[in-house]
């Protein structure tokens, strides 16, 4: 960058000597260094020949650390969005990435090998200040866990034998006992759902009957039913965050078998379809996600 002269506060001639360097071996690296108020230019082109040794020192200790935290998740990013990477879904691949960067954006300019377990456990404290759960917490430091492992993998990380995320304790949330309906409660919730002629009584019955999972009954079509061989397809969900249709959580299809309970409710749903393509009603609150509410506020 050499030197420049300026004219001070004052009105007097002072110079300004700077100094750069870029790495050969990552473009994207590189280190500036300036200094302004000398006072003659030969003091200026010593002080601009010492910066760019510092520059130049910099850049090797910096190629020696390897890539930046932002540069490491950057790569990330693009080796979770090729499908065939990973056995990950598409929403899974999608919160991994906005965990990061939600939860990891002060670290981006920083080399990812100078990243300590201090800095993680902050990021934890926070959390917990925050009032966040220990299960999203704990959630949080396997994702950043995982892109540190990807970044040595790849030696994008270098200098360092293990996450720094290795051997941080969490507090363990305690265990919260699920709400699970007796059989005298679901005979109750149908056959009051059915008695009041409740918008919801065909969706919950027909979770009941075939074991389906929210976004799985939201997706199911009329083409999905094999009538002849009384067996009900499932082979995709719909992700009420995205309003998408993607494949089951499992990534596998499976066939449920059709009682003879369940083939009434279908006949049921099948006259009242018309030209819906969809085997149940799709209504507003159930496509925003506000599922669960519905069916706690008629259970109470």
């Not at 000398?38 to 510092?54: F, I, M, P, W």
């Not at 080399?111 to 377990?117: D, F, G, H, N, W």
């Not at 009051?192 to 918008?199: G, M, N």
């Not at 999905?224 to 067996?231: G, Y």
Request: hydrophobic letters at 35%; one cysteine or more; a positive charge.
């Amino acid at each position: 960058m050499g030197v420049k002269s300026y004219v001070g506060k004052n009105g007097e001639r002072l110079w300004t000597a700077g100094a750069y360097a870029r790495s050969q071996a990552k473009p994207g690296l590189k280190v500036e260094k300036e200094k302004r108020g000398l006072a003659t230019e030969r003091e200026a082109l010593g002080v601009s020949k010492q910066l760019q040794r510092e520059c130049e020192r910099e850049v090797i200790q910096r190629e020696a650390q390897g890539s930046s935290w932002g540069a490491v998740i950057e790569a990330y990013e693009k080796y979770l969005l090729n499908p065939s990477n990973t056995a990950l879904q598409e929403t899974s691949r999608e919160e991994y990435v906005a965990t990061i960067k939600k939860y990891t954006k002060d670290w981006f300019r920083r080399p990812a090998a100078e990243i300590s377990k201090a800095d993680l456990s902050e990021v934890f404290s926070h959390m917990t200040s925050l009032g966040l759960s220990c299960s999203h917490i704990r959630r949080t430091k396997m994702i950043i866990n995982r892109a540190f492992v990807f970044g040595m993998e790849n030696r994008l990380i270098r200098g360092i034998d293990d996450s720094p995320a290795y051997g941080i304790q969490l507090k363990r949330g305690e265990e919260v006992v699920p709400e699970i309906l007796t059989l005298g409660e679901i005979r109750k919730l149908l056959s009051s759902a059915r008695e009041l002629e409740h918008p919801w009584f065909h969706h919950w019955a027909l979770a009941l009957l075939t074991g389906m999972r929210n976004g799985e009954l939201y997706a199911l079509l009329w083409t999905d039913i094999d009538w002849e061989n009384s067996t009900l397809i499932v082979g995709k969900s719909f992700c009420s965050r995205t309003k998408t249709i993607k494949c089951t959580k499992s990534g596998l299809y499976r066939t449920v078998p059709i009682s003879s309970e369940l083939e009434s409710l279908l006949l049921e749903l099948k006259a009242q379809a018309g030209t819906r393509t969809s085997v149940l009603p799709r209504n507003r609150l159930w496509t925003m996600g506000q599922q669960a509410g519905e069916l706690r506020q008629f259970c109470e």
